[in-house]
């Protein structure tokens, strides 16, 4: 087993890492249903052929609550686990909507801002606030982002140790 992570891993909202086994994927999806059922009181998901997806099992249930989605391929005769921490999917897609608008919004306010100070005109005196409000609004999703991804480590780190045991358990 041979597990491949980069420093850019470590700085990423959605950390991400590969395992590289002998072990066959049908094998593995066989041996990850069984895993998950032995450890049913700390960790809950979804198992299919390809992907699985594990959470844990917590009293509070937070916008940013990680989980683990495992993606099995074959490369070069081995089979690769490819690992993503993250919250889910729908947290996701919104944080990732509300900076693409916020990004929008921004450069369009000072874009007018900067139009109406070329042509000398008055017409849009709020352009420069909004702009500057579009900034504030960015750095709050951020600094949101952030707060959530503190506050998720234990958890991120118990679905780490989960991924690496289900493969050195299945190994040994």
């Known amino acids: ?19 590289f086994t002998e072990i066959s994927r049908e094998n593995y999806t066989t ?9 049913s009181d700390e960790f809950s998901g979804s198992i299919n052929a390809e992907t699985a997806v594990i959470t844990v099992k917590t009293g509070q249930d937070d ?6 989605a495992l993606r099995t391929e074959t ?4 089979t690769v686990i490819r690992g993503v921490f993250g919250p889910s999917s729908a947290v996701w897609t919104f944080f ?10 921004w450069m369009v306010f000072i874009t007018i801002w900067f139009v109406e100070k070329q042509i000398k005109s008055n017409d849009f005196p709020w352009a420069l606030s909004a702009s500057f409000l579009m900034l504030f609004l960015l750095l709050a999703t951020y600094v949101a982002t952030k707060f959530g991804h ?8 118990k679905l780490r140790k989960f991924a690496e045991e289900s ?5 040994n």
């Open 31 to 39: 041996f990850l249903k069984h895993f998950l059922a032995s450890r």
């Open 96 to 105: 990732m909507f509300l900076y693409f608008i916020f990004a929008i919004l």
């Open 75 to 78: 490369e070069e005769n081995k």
């Open 1 to 19: 087993m041979k597990i491949e992570e980069t420093a850019i891993d470590h700085i990423r909202a959605r950390p991400r890492f590969k395992i």
């Open 167 to 171: 493969i050195t358990e299945f190994e």
């Open 63 to 68: 916008y940013w609550k990680p989980c683990l």
């Open 150 to 157: 503190y506050k998720a480590k234990t958890e991120m780190q």
